[in-house]
Each structure stands twice: as structure tokens, then as C-alpha cells.
């Protein structure tokens, strides 16, 4: 027999699609090896691979022309997971190993020269787009066996090597063992909320972000706790859910962060971009095939911007739409590929350039706002909290400490909230207060007029916008969620248009 099949997959964005893998050998004739189907040059090295592997694992290689497909042709093909199904298929187009196994089967994984069988980014993406059409059975590496052993119903085997592959081509059993899915035991000293001291306004605004999944801004001179209350935010924030887990984990398998401790995310991502960090790496992109940027890794969990206004102002004002929308939609030549990006965005920011707090301030009236207005309007706009942390004694600490509350209280009393925000939504598409549209949230979740009293007033006088309405009537629910009440009254709007104001600075 001179021709074989077998089956892998190619990524486009987080979406994976299954890719036909034709071997031809066609006999006599000067030896040589074309690959067709629209190959990348990572995929065009692959020939010398698996040539390498072949000989190195004691296997033969083909004499005369060979020539291998990948269908369909039309779809773009890129990185080195093709090596183990070329290698398979090549194989069995010889008559070397059974074409029983290859059937229906999707091998996926890189060879080394001595035909070591690699790990490879997106394993978890492309499994699932697999399993959704029909495939039951997957070769992958012993690095990739845990990820790929997440998606249920599939039978997922592992290989070493090349020389293992054979062997369960042939009727073997891998040597692989089985996966351990069991989660990985939590830090108990890790980061807890009641780390940060002598800042409890501050800690309240971190509770009413994880409870309403409301945007945060934090102004402050270094030292004050901003980052720690960033960092901290995910720890008071609810588990992912089953689907929520899985979304998260498929995009950190195509960037290649994946702990391999974890193979699946079940606590909230938190990502944090250094100021030096150009546009393409923040919302994604790259040449050739786009990656995920740091707003798509940092789905469904927590994007900090630390030192904000240190950021380039188009860096910042990019990150409005995924704000928006929840996604990042990247046109490119050869596909359009969307990654999702549904986070809370976590802002920090010194006073003024010189960040010396009060009467140490150098800086002028007009270099404090050139300072801040690398901060756009529009951007500040969507942040729904804005608290204003300042510098704290020593007795303020000691203080303090009597009454700063862990992580896991505090994470009870949000998951409560979530709860009434669940039960108040049910039936909606949307889980939280902050993802409520603000037509559907005055129409279908109205609130008593004396409530509204602070915010009509605040948008006569031009004090807050239209969104801005918006945005603290969910802030309001919110702390009506925490509190236990039906719906928020003008209590609740007053503080909630202090927070989104910047006033409770």
C-alpha cells in the first residue's frame, strides 16, 4: 500500500479545525518530499523531523517521491503539532504499522531529532473542536495528556516517543500513564485580603468589584497597597464554572502559559502588563497567525494596569472596545480571528509624576494634568469604581488590624451577592450586575424615583454622563445585592455616584 490517512487539527484564534493528513508515496524517481495544503515554515521543517526521528527510533524512510496533504487546502496550517500524524500516516503508507488505529483517530504532537514526542500549545481547543465532529480518540504527548483528558468522552493516549507510537500502532500499550486531573492543593500563604492594612475603604471598593464584576481605579503614592489590592482581587472573586474553566484554559493553551501543574484554570486569571507593553501584545495580534494578548488571558478574571498613566495613551483607549464587547476581533489577510476578552479591568495610578504625597508634591497644577490626561476621558468613563488610597500611620495600622477581614469572609459575602444578582437575572444572558445593558437595566430592573434623586441632579448639572448613569445604577444593585435589600434605594445611588465620581477619593 502506497497511500495512508490520519487526522490532526490547525488553530485559527482559539478555534481548532481537523485537518486531513494524506500520505502518497509514489515510488520510483529522484527521493524528495512535497508538502501542500497552505504549510507555514515551522510546518515545511517538518520533513527533516520526522526524517531524523524515523531513522533515530530505528524505522525506515521511503524511497522516491513522497507527498503528503493536508486538507483542507484552502485553510491555513501552522506551527509543529503535525509531526506525530505526518510520521503516522507516512508509516502506514509503507506498510510498516496496521492502518487499524489510524482510523478516526487524531494524532497531535512534535517530534525531536531522536524522536522524542513533544508538548504543543492549544491542545485543549483543538480536542474539543475535534470531539464536537465526531473523533472519540487522540494521540498526544505525556505533556499534553493531562490537558487533553479534560474534554469528557474522549479516549486520550499517550506517547513518549516514536517508538512508542509504533507499538500501539501495532496492538501495544503506551507507556504513558493515566492523567492526574485532580486539582492542585491551594496556597495557604498565599495572598488574603487582610494582608492590606489601613485601607478599608479601599478593601470595601475591591469587595464591590468581585461582587458586581464593576472596573476599578485606584489613585494613590506608591506604597499604599494598590497592587496588593489588585493581586488580591481574584482571591475574594467566585471559582469559575465548568464552561468558564474550560474558555479559560483553551486560551492560555494557545499562548503557551498553561501551568503545567494545572492543567485547568479553575480560579480567576490575573494578568498584569508591564507599561513597556506595545498594543499588538495588550489586545493581540503578531504576524503571520494572531496570538492572544493579555486582555484574552485575562478572561474572566482580573487585568491590572498598574502605573496606568505610564502607558501609551493609544495602548490604554484600545482597551475600551473589548470593554465593551467582551471580545477582540482581529482582521487579518488570510482569516478573521476572534479571541475572547470579558474581564474586570483593575487600574492604578500615582497622584502626579513626582508621586510624593501632599506637601512633598513638586509638580506644577499643569504637570498634574498632563500626567493624568494620558488617561482619556472615554476610558475613564467605563471604569465603574474610582477610590482614592492615602498614606497610613503607624497606629492607623495597628488599628486596622483588629478588623481587616481574610479573603474567605470576604469572598462569602460576595458569593451571597452573586447569588441574589443570579436569582435577580435568571433567564437573562448575563450573570452579573455590570453586564447588565443599561437600556435592558432601567427597563426591565427599574428602580423607586426618590433613588434616582442624586444621579438626575448629578446629570443636570453635567457632573455625569449618560453610561455614567448606568454604570453607578449597577454599582447600586450591587450594594443592594451586599446589603440584602429587594432593590437599591438613594442610599445606595448616592455612594454608588461617590464611587463612580471619583468623590470617595
Not at 312 to 333: I, K, N, Q, W, Y
Not at 435 to 461: H, I, K, S, W, Y
Not at 493 to 504: E, K
Amino acid at each position: 500500500m502506497s497511500f495512508a490517512r490520519t487526522h490532526c487539527l490547525t488553530l485559527v484564534g482559539v478555534r481548532g479545525h481537523v485537518v486531513e493528513v494524506e500520505v502518497d508515496l509514489g515510488g520510483g524517481g529522484e527521493n524528495s518530499v512535497t508538502l501542500v495544503g497552505l504549510p507555514d515554515a515551522a510546518l515545511r521543517e517538518a520533513r527533516d523531523r520526522i526524517r531524523a526521528a524515523l531513522v533515530n527510533c530505528g524505522e525506515r524512510w521511503p524511497t522516491g517521491s513522497v507527498v503528503v496533504s493536508l486538507s483542507p487546502a484552502s485553510l491555513p496550517k501552522s506551527g509543529s503539532l503535525f509531526d506525530l500524524a505526518i510520521a503516522g500516516a507516512l508509516l502506514a503508507a509503507m506498510g510498516d504499522v496496521p492502518l487499524e488505529r489510524l482510523t478516526d483517530t487524531v494524532l497531535i504532537g512534535e517530534l525531536g531529532l531522536d524522536g522524542r514526542a513533544r508538548s504543543v500549545r492549544g491542545v485543549l481547543p483543538a480536542v474539543v473542536a475535534a470531539a464536537e465532529q465526531g473523533f472519540k480518540r487522540f494521540v498526544v504527548s505525556p505533556g499534553n495528556l493531562a490537558e487533553a483528558a479534560l474534554v469528557p468522552d474522549v479516549d486520550v493516549v499517550g506517547v513518549s516517543d516514536l517508538a512508542d507510537l509504533c507499538h500501539w500502532l501495532r496492538g501495544g500499550e503506551p507507556s504513558c500513564t493515566e492523567p492526574d486531573l485532580s486539582e492542585p492543593r491551594a496556597n495557604e500563604h498565599g495572598p488574603d485580603l487582610s494582608d492590606v492594612l489601613g485601607q478599608p475603604v479601599a478593601r470595601r471598593a475591591v469587595e464591590i468589584a468581585a461582587a458586581g464584576g464593576h472596573n476599578l481605579m485606584m489613585l494613590g503614592p506608591p506604597g499604599t497597597g494598590k497592587s496588593l489590592l489588585a493581586e488580591r482581587l481574584p482571591t475574594v472573586m467566585p471559582r469559575l464554572g465548568p464552561a468558564e474553566s474550560l474558555e479559560a484554559t483553551a486560551i492560555h493553551s494557545v499562548a503557551g502559559t498553561l501551568p503545567p501543574e494545572a492543567p485547568l484554570i479553575t480560579l480567576p486569571p490575573f494578568a498584569a502588563p508591564h507599561h513597556t507593553s506595545t498594543r499588538a501584545s495588550i489586545i493581540g495580534g503578531g504576524s503571520g497567525f494572531p496570538a492572544p494578548g493579555w486582555v484574552s488571558k485575562a478572561h474572566h478574571g482580573v487585568l491590572f494596569v498598574d502605573e496606568a498613566p505610564q502607558f501609551g495613551r493609544g495602548v490604554l483607549d484600545s482597551l475600551r472596545e473589548p470593554l465593551e464587547r467582551g471580545e477582540v476581533v482581529l482582521a487579518r489577510a488570510a482569516s478573521t480571528v476572534t479571541f475572547p476578552a470579558r474581564f474586570q479591568l483593575v487600574m492604578a495610578a500615582n497622584p502626579c509624576l513626582c508621586a510624593k504625597p501632599g506637601a512633598l508634591c513638586t509638580c506644577s497644577a499643569g504637570e498634574r494634568r498632563r500626567y493624568f490626561s494620558r488617561v482619556s476621558g472615554p476610558l475613564l468613563d467605563r471604569i465603574d469604581l474610582k477610590t482614592e488610597l492615602q498614606p497610613v500611620s503607624r497606629a492607623e495600622l495597628l488599628a486596622d488590624s483588629a478588623f481587616a477581614e481574610s479573603s474567605a469572609v470576604v469572598a462569602e459575602r460576595v458569593h451571597t451577592a452573586r447569588m441574589r444578582a443570579g436569582e435577580r437575572l435568571a433567564g437573562t444572558p448575563w450573570r452579573t450586575n455590570a453586564a447588565v445593558p443599561g437600556t435592558r437595566l432601567r427597563r426591565e430592573f427599574p428602580v423607586r424615583p426618590e433613588a434616582l434623586r442624586v444621579l438626575g441632579r448629578a446629570m443636570d448639572l453635567g457632573q455625569i454622563s449618560a453610561r455614567g448613569v448606568d454604570r453607578a445604577l449597577r454599582v447600586a444593585w450591587t450594594l443592594a445585592d451586599l446589603a440584602g435589600r429587594e432593590q437599591p434605594g438613594e442610599e445606595e445611588t448616592a455612594y454608588a455616584f461617590a464611587l463612580w465620581s471619583g468623590r470617595a477619593w
